[in-house]
C-alpha cells in the first residue's frame, strides 16, 4: 500500500481529535489562558491602528502561552531566534555584495582610466601642454604641485613582527598540544 499526499493531513486530523477527546487534566486551564490573554490583547487594541489590532492579540496570546508551555517556548523562541539571525546575516551579505559590485565598478573604470593615460591613448597633462590651452596649462601647473619632490619618501616597506603573528600557541613546540580539525 502506497501512501497519499492526503495521508498526513488525514492523520494529523486523527491525532488532534484524539488528543482533544481526552485531553490531560491541565489543558483546558492552559487553554483557557492563552485566550484569555488573547482577548485582553484584543479588547486594548479596540481603538488602535491595524497593526496594534494584530500585534496586541497575538503578543499577549504568545505570552500567555509561553507562561503556560515555558519549555516549549524556549525551543520556539531559540529556533526564531536563529532564524532572524540567519536572515540579517542574509541581508547584510546581500547589501555587502550590491556594495561591493558597484565599488568594484568604480575602481574598474579608475583602472582603466589609468591603463589608457599609461598607453598613451588619453591625453595627459603634460601632453596637452603642447596645445597651448587655457584649460591645458592649468592641468600641468597642478599636475606639477602634486608630483612627489625628488626628496619625499613615496612608500614604507612594511614586515610584520614574527613574534606578533603567533595565532594562539605560545610556543612552537606546543603544536601538538591544539587541534587541528577545521
Same mark, same amino acid.
Given at each position: ?7 498526513? #493531513? !488525514?492523520?494529523? @486530523? ?13 489543558? %483546558?486551564? &492552559? +487553554? #483557557? !489562558?492563552?485566550? @484569555? ?13 491595524? %497593526?496594534? &489590532? +494584530? ?128
Amino acid at each position: 500500500m502506497g501512501s497519499h499526499p492526503g495521508d498526513a #493531513g !488525514v492523520l494529523a @486530523a486523527t491525532d488532534a481529535y484524539v488528543y482533544l477527546k481526552n485531553p490531560p487534566e491541565d489543558f %483546558l486551564p &492552559k +487553554i #483557557g !489562558v492563552i485566550t @484569555a490573554s488573547g482577548l485582553v490583547g484584543l479588547i486594548s487594541a479596540k481603538k488602535g491602528s491595524k %497593526l496594534k &489590532k +494584530i500585534a496586541y492579540p497575538l503578543g499577549l496570546a504568545a505570552l500567555g502561552a509561553s507562561v503556560c508551555y515555558p519549555a516549549q517556548a524556549v525551543v520556539i523562541t531559540k529556533i526564531t531566534g536563529k532564524k532572524a539571525y540567519a536572515t540579517s546575516q542574509w541581508i547584510y551579505e546581500v547589501l555587502g555584495s550590491l556594495w561591493t559590485e558597484s565599488y568594484t565598478q568604480k575602481e574598474t573604470e579608475h583602472k582603466e582610466e589609468v591603463k589608457l593615460r599609461r598607453d598613451g591613448k588619453l591625453d595627459t597633462p603634460a601632453a596637452m601642454v603642447g596645445t597651448g590651452s587655457k584649460v591645458s596649462t592649468l592641468s600641468a601647473q597642478v599636475a606639477g604641485k602634486l608630483a612627489p619632490s625628488p626628496g619625499a619618501v613615496t612608500a614604507t616597506q612594511f614586515k610584520a613582527d614574527p613574534k606578533l603573528m603567533d595565532h594562539g600557541q605560545s610556543n612552537p613546540e606546543d603544536v601538538d598540544m591544539y587541534s587541528t580539525r577545521s
